[in-house]
């Protein structure tokens, strides 16, 4: 299992727009439609061991946050060809499989993972309600086979920060799992 460390994109950028169609409900999803207090973009994908690792902590973060105003979204970005066990049909299934309460998205021409220099599955992004990004990195100090809890610590730390009117800390360590699977 090969592992790719996230990019570390300088904080204060501007997320960038997208819109992508939900493979849940089928509708498309613009970021700059969306309001939030906070919004948690996170790149992922069905078949990734660190995904799978935490997919039930995305879950838990997506509905603990949710009713706080914090905008959560998936987005995969993986080639289909090569991995179709991360196409848009096994994506709606994993959503309910997993208990995803916020929109799974479909990143066909990997445009949007490029935009974000998103490096990796898991990749994490807070931003603000400005849509500046305050928090790039990892969920917690977990990864399949290190044996420590996951708990979400570093990702829900940052979204507590800003629901406070507080800065996250500045101490941000890098996610960490399979490398996105370009075309």
């Known amino acids: ?3 790719t460390e996230s990019t570390m994109v300088e904080l204060g950028t501007k997320a960038p727009d ?3 169609p939900d493979t849940v409900s089928g509708k498309t999803v613009r970021l700059a ?7 948690l973009i996170m790149f992922i994908c069905n078949h990734c061991p660190f995904v799978v690792h935490v997919r039930d902590e995305l879950a838990r973060i997506g509905r603990d946050y949710a009713p706080k105003g914090v905008m959560c979204i998936a987005i995969s970005s993986n080639d289909v060809a090569n991995y179709p ?7 709606k299934q994993e959503a309910k499989a997993a208990g995803y309460t916020f929109p799974y998205l ?3 021409t990997q445009e949007v993972a490029r935009a974000y220099s998103a490096a990796c599955t898991p990749d994490f992004y807070v931003f603000d309600s400005g849509k500046k990004l305050v928090y790039r990195g990892q969920l917690d100090d977990s990864r399949p086979g290190n044996n420590k809890p996951v708990t979400g610590k570093d990702i829900r730390a940052a979204l507590d920060a ?4 507080k800065k996250p800390s500045d101490n941000q360590k890098p996610s ?3 490398n996105i699977k370009w075309k």
Not at 85 to 91: L, S
């Open 33 to 39: 439609d969306l309001q939030g207090k906070a919004f």
């Open 1 to 3: 299992m090969a592992a």
């Open 106 to 108: 479909y990143d066909e």
């Open 162 to 165: 800003l629901l406070a009117g």
């Open 176 to 178: 960490i799992g399979c």
């Open 85 to 91: 066990q991360d196409g848009p049909d096994r994506m």
């Open 18 to 20: 997208f819109a992508l």
